[in-house]
């Protein structure tokens, strides 16, 4: 896929997916309209039915179902999930998540909503052992199971960024060891355009 396709894209996410716009990734760099999180740059997910995010469009924070139905995203990836997994069990990390899932799905149906795994951490994490890559592939399985019960796509981001290990590579992390550098940022986008969703009506098209 290439930009334009890019540039449909919508990002509800928390602060590792939310460099994208302020690293320039996304349509308008820093003023990108593309990333609908919290005023602080992240969310958590446990708390997404009653939290206000920052709508882009005119700067007022607002409950997220409201952004979705004022302007009804083309294509939304969720990119939710490391802020919690450390206190979410299956079961409340799954409601909190589906209930997010079915609600955007009921007020904009027309929306494409793909769901983005949970991206990796390094051993510098400073809260490492409290959440693993192995918490995150758990979790990651959740939300494949969410996205084939809802009819979403899955993204599996998680994937280019893990050494042989099943760690973050090193490389493509900030020192934090949670967010993704630049680096890992362009590895991000590059597998996101190269794994793009496909419509049926393109599809048609190609089988003609």
């Not at 919290?38 to 179902?65: C, V, W």
């Amino acid at each position: 896929m290439g930009e334009d396709y890019i540039g449909r894209l919508t990002f509800i996410c928390d602060s590792p997916t939310y460099w994208l716009g302020p690293k320039g990734f996304l349509k308008n760099g820093k003023d990108t309209t593309q990333i609908w999180t919290g005023p602080e740059g992240t969310m958590t997910l446990a708390y997404q039915s009653t939290y206000h995010i920052l709508d882009p469009f005119d700067n007022k924070q607002k409950p997220i179902r409201d952004v979705v139905e004022q302007h009804k995203p083309d294509i939304l990836i969720i990119a939710l999930g490391i802020n919690g997994i450390s206190f979410m069990d299956e079961a409340y990390f799954v409601s909190e998540y589906t209930d997010l899932v079915t609600d955007i799905q009921e007020i904009s149906p027309d929306t494409i909503m793909i769901l983005q795994s949970i991206y990796p951490i390094t051993h510098r994490y400073r809260y490492y052992g409290n959440i693993t890559n192995a918490t995150i592939t758990r979790a990651n399985s959740w939300i494949l199971k969410i996205a084939e019960e809802n009819d979403c796509a899955y993204l599996d981001t998680i994937s280019v960024l893990l050494t042989d290990e099943g760690n973050a590579k090193d490389e493509l992390m900030l020192k934090d060891g949670l967010h993704p550098n630049e680096d890992g940022l362009q590895v991000i986008i590059d597998y996101i355009r190269t794994h793009g969703y496909i419509e049926e009506k393109y599809l048609f098209r190609l089988r003609l």
